[in-house]
């Protein structure tokens, strides 16, 4: 469970500021939604492989630079 301590003096804002950040980091939020539905494995597969080629996609692209 992802828990932010407040500063003394700090407002609220910014702590939900930081605690924002830290789940997005963690991934907590994006597990907690994938859990939402069943997904077949050959989906699971086929979403993970269509992120890699993006990824890859994008290193090819910037390699150059």
């Not at 069943?38 to 390699?63: D, H, I, Q, T």
């Amino acid at each position: 469970m992802t828990e932010i301590k407040l500063k003394k003096g700090e407002p609220v804002e910014r702590a939900l500021r930081r605690l924002k950040k830290r789940v997005d980091r963690e991934g907590t939020l994006k597990e907690a939604r994938s859990h939402r539905h069943f997904e077949k494995p050959s989906a699971k597969k086929r979403r993970k492989m269509k992120v890699a080629r993006f990824n890859a996609m994008l290193s090819a692209r910037y390699a150059d630079l």
